[in-house]
């Protein structure tokens, strides 16, 4: 049977007339009016299916749909390769077939898996990236090609669909910095309102003493809102982005970041000959951050290690302090924990956000000396 027969008296206008009350409707979330507008577009072309794909790693998944094609669900997914989708992408306007075993389908992989006979389908572009494709299809061959209010009505309706996934992003990206922001204020007015008072106080008490040691204690409490504004910044600004990578000698990196740290009677040794693709000013951030802690969390002479992981996956930071306790590894890497009163956590966050940046993990063990091991694996 010729499914063309089962199309519903919907004319040209009639049909964008619907599409827009469906797109208007403010009440209807996207997800109901991509179904609403796949069911509008399975009447409107007398089709059996209709389709909303993702396509990712050369792979298709199906994110919504309207039919009863088994392969054509939602969540069903399949090697890009193996698509009526693959041809889309590389048109610019919609793709159509009429009658595919006549028009040189036969034999094609698309075919064989799916067998649509008829079939088209207009790309969705997100920010200029292909997203996926907005499609309609059916097992039964067209009496007449795909007219061009037809192919204008799908085109439109991936167009639509492009536009609601841009304005979602970017609500989404616009409420990730809201959130920051608020987090920034948060830590700012409460972290920095105790060194400041501190200062306050130790200021009012060499006034009336002339104790040098409170003015020592006053420098103690602005070093570390220096400290606590430099992480505060580096999060605010950077985040989880990178610039260029390089080639950079690990060694090199951390014997230089060495020089950068107050590192009172600490001393390092590196125990690594091995250059890795990174973002050299990133790796430098994470190594300073690390040498602070264990400075902060460790003795006055703790003894730093850099070294190469023995299955050669990356690098590692250990230090002979008093480590870090097992119930506090899983959550010692979480945004603003840490194991110290006046600690802000940051600085282990920025390290988190620098090693996911560049693709890496972050592990916390036991170092050999029974202190804090820091692990970055998957480095190339």
């Known amino acids: 049977m010729n499914r063309t027969s089962d199309r519903e008296d919907i004319t040209d206008l009639g049909a964008i007339r619907r599409m827009y009350r469906i797109t208007a409707d403010y009440e209807r979330s996207f997800d109901t009016k991509v179904s609403d507008l796949l069911d509008l577009g399975r009447a409107y072309l007398g089709v059996r299916v209709g389709f909303l794909t993702e396509i990712a790693d050369d792979e298709q998944l199906i994110v919504n749909a309207s039919g009863d094609h088994p392969l054509l669900q939602p969540g069903e997914s399949c090697p890009l390769d193996k698509t009526y989708c693959r041809r889309t992408l590389s048109h610019d306007d919609s793709l159509t077939v009429q009658h595919a075993e006549v028009e040189g389908w036969e034999g094609d992989s698309a075919y064989e898996q799916f067998g649509l006979e ?177 400075i902060e969390h460790g003795r006055d002479d703790v003894a730093i290690r850099v070294g190469e992981l023995a299955d050669g996956s990356g690098f590692f930071v250990a230090d002979d302090g008093p480590g870090i306790a097992p119930a506090d590894r899983d959550q010692i890497l979480d945004h603003g924990y840490s194991t110290a009163e006046d600690g802000t956590g940051f600085g282990l966050t920025i390290v988190t956000q620098i090693a996911d940046a560049h693709g890496w993990e972050v592990t916390v063990t036991e170092s050999d000396e029974g202190g804090a091991r820091f692990e970055i694996s998957q480095v190339t």
Request: proline share 3%; with cysteine.
């Open 118 to 294: 008829s079939y088209i389908g207009a790309k969705v572009v997100v920010d200029g990236d292909t997203y996926g494709t907005f499609c309609f299809a059916d097992t039964e061959p067209r009496e007449q090609p795909f007219s061009e209010p037809e192919s204008t009505f799908v085109e439109l309706m991936a167009e639509w669909v492009s536009y609601e996934l841009f304005q979602k992003q970017a609500t989404e990206r616009i409420q990730r910095q809201r959130d920051q922001l608020e987090e920034f204020a948060k830590v700012v007015s409460h972290d920095l309102r105790n060194p400041l008072s501190v200062v306050q106080g130790y200021l009012d008490l060499a006034e009336e003493t002339g104790d040098p040691e409170h003015y020592d204690r006053c420098r103690n409490a602005l070093d570390r809102m220096e400290t606590l504004i430099e992480d505060l910044l580096v999060l605010a600004r950077e985040g989880e982005s990178i610039a260029e990578t390089e080639t950079v000698d690990v060694g090199e990196v951390a014997r230089d970041c060495w020089s950068f740290v107050a590192t009172e009677d600490a001393t390092l040794s590196v125990e690594i000959d091995r250059r890795i693709t990174a973002d050299g000013s990133r790796l430098q951030q994470l190594f300073e951050n690390l040498f602070r802690n264990a």
